[in-house]
């Protein structure tokens, strides 16, 4: 599992280190088996800078590369980016630089240009584990500040084995609170304020109680769906959660920080409306989120609608009932499974998930 140091301290007020932090959590039994720098550390705060493109040409040498000049300095830096502009905005490196992912910037001659520094990608920052581009921040200078300001931040990625036992540390919240009895601070945990407004009942029939008995819904109607704010996408990214939507991301955030996995249906694709918490049948099948078909077989609990699975319980929705850009109609799912069902269906279908990761453990 992997969260980070500062969204630790948004539950615990704590001024230890990350590595104190760590010797504390390993002691209390989630071990923690790697620190990882992000953003621009202290050290490196006057070596990484927000620049703006002042200037874009071709490389006399190489068809493939661009020379770059800044406004920092007047500096030039070469770069392979098919996608940078003039007056973007991007992230530079100074010579003798060391980067968070251990890289060490240096004034190079490529193809006989010199280039004095470098332009960064996220993975450079220890922000995603492999990039495609340069991080390209946009052309809007007030953006851009807030970007940099947000993504650069000082954090440390910790990365955490739980034994089997310890579904209660599968989150944010769990591992605060096990900091929170360690250093003897107060435990701050949100409160959010709901609406009580049900005035529609979600139709919901479970028929395997023994595997599900617990299944709670809401239907929400006329949402929007959006780009989550930066600020999510940031906190799901570094903890290896692809950023999809803002309903989507919404259930990954709970998910990570209060340890509940959730899923969201397109409740016009559902038909009848309806949910039924039922056994597969023989020879069903259901095509994932992930894009790959699965045969189903009669053990293995499915969500479905009137007519057919819409997702495999505790562990993946099903592609066709997924919430995407016209999604007007949700229907927001909460439930408890059995962690042994989980564990077999996950185990036979080859299909491991966040979600799956904590029910089958027993997360409640």
């Known amino acids: ?32 088996v790697s620190i990882k720098p992000i953003g621009i550390t202290h050290e490196n705060s006057d070596k990484i800078l927000l620049t703006k493109v ?51 910037v240096k004034k190079v001659a490529i193809k006989s240009v010199e280039s004095d520094g470098m332009l960064l990608a996220k993975e450079h920052l220890n922000l995603e584990e492999k990039s495609n581009d340069i991080f390209i921040l946009g052309k809007d200078k007030k953006k851009a500040e807030f970007l940099f300001n947000l993504y650069c931040e000082e954090d440390y990625l910790l990365e955490i084995e739980l034994t089997a036992n310890r579904s209660d540390c599968l989150s944010v919240l769990g591992i605060a609170r096990e900091l929170s009895a360690a250093l003897n601070l107060p435990l701050n945990i949100p409160l959010p304020v709901i609406e009580a407004n049900l005035d529609e009942i979600p139709v919901v029939e479970v028929i395997d109680d023994e595997n599900c008995p617990r299944y709670s819904a809401r239907i929400l109607r006329d949402v929007k769906v959006m780009d989550s704010p930066e600020w999510i996408k940031r906190k799901l990214e570094l903890c ?91 229907l927001l799912e909460s439930a408890y499974f059995n962690p042994l069902s989980i564990r077999k269906t996950a185990k036979k279908l080859g299909l491991r998930t966040e979600s799956s990761y904590r029910f089958e453990r027993g997360t409640d």
């Open 1 to 32: 599992m992997k969260i980070t140091y500062n969204w630790l301290k948004e539950f615990v007020n704590f001024k230890n280190s990350p590595q104190d932090i760590a010797t504390i959590l390993t002691s209390m039994g989630p071990e923690v």
């Open 240 to 330: 290896g959660i692809r950023a999809i939507n803002n309903i989507v991301d919404a259930t990954n955030y709970i998910l990570l920080e209060l340890g509940h996995p959730m899923h969201a249906f397109d409740l016009n694709l559902l038909e009848g409306e309806k949910i039924c918490v039922r056994k597969a049948f023989k020879n069903e099948t259901i095509t994932a989120l992930d894009g790959v078909k699965y045969e189903l077989s009669n053990e293995m609990l499915v969500i479905a609608d009137d007519k057919k699975p819409v997702a495999i319980a505790g562990i993946m929705g099903g592609e066709y009932s997924g919430v995407v850009e016209n999604t007007k109609n949700i």
């Open 54 to 104: 002042l200037e874009v040409k071709k490389h006399p040498n190489a068809d493939n590369l661009k020379i770059i000049t800044l406004e920092s300095g007047k500096k030039q830096v070469i770069t392979n980016s098919q996608n940078i502009s003039k007056d973007d905005y991007v992230i530079y490196a100074k010579p003798d630089t060391i980067l968070p992912n251990g890289f060490s």
